[in-house]
């Protein structure tokens, strides 16, 4: 998926919203409301939400798939020139994946303090013993992006 740059003034709402979309398209089949999309050169690339539940692939989080439909766009695995924006921060196994895929930027709404690994819980993203670290930048909508996580569990309960 290609969309034309953005322009937006107060750095990466509009990439932010179009996670978000994903996001909610993830409820829909079962998954727990997770979306990510890969930028480069100012356009989205690439967008995906969870779909553990519809695939029954424990590595099918929004980042994996949607790093993995990049790096299919600009035909190689080095994502040094691609920023990754996801409504909740990458668990370990996705920042790991980042790292190795030598991303360039991480930005995340909400956090993650059982399963974070760009911050809470620990922070593979940015360990000075890797061979990449990621600059982040986090709490971009996290509220919203939470609220979206919130509403999922409690329909879940019901």
Not at 37 to 66: K, M, Q, Y
Not at 77 to 91: A, F, K
Not at 99 to 120: F, I, M, Q
Not at 126 to 140: A, C, F, K, Q
Request: hydrophobic share 45%; charged share 20%; net charge negative.
């Amino acid at each position: 998926m290609t969309t034309p740059p953005t322009t937006d003034p107060a750095g990466w709402h509009v990439e932010m919203h179009a996670a978000i979309a994903e996001a909610a398209a993830a409820v829909a089949h079962g998954d727990v409301p997770v979306g990510a999309v890969v930028v480069r050169d100012g356009a989205i690339i690439a967008a995906r939400h969870n779909e553990r539940e519809l695939t029954g692939d424990p590595t099918a989080h929004a980042e994996l798939l949607a790093v993995r439909d990049a790096a299919a766009v600009i035909g190689h695995w080095r994502l040094d020139d691609c920023t990754l924006v996801v409504t909740l921060e990458p668990c370990p196994m996705c920042a790991g994946a980042l790292v190795n895929a030598r991303l360039g930027r991480l930005v995340y709404g909400a956090t993650d303090p059982k399963a974070g690994a760009a911050g809470s819980l620990m922070n593979l993203v940015t360990d000075p013993r890797l061979n990449h670290r990621i600059p982040v930048e986090s709490g971009l909508e996290a509220e919203r992006c939470g609220q979206l996580l919130k509403q999922f569990f409690a329909e879940r309960r019901r």
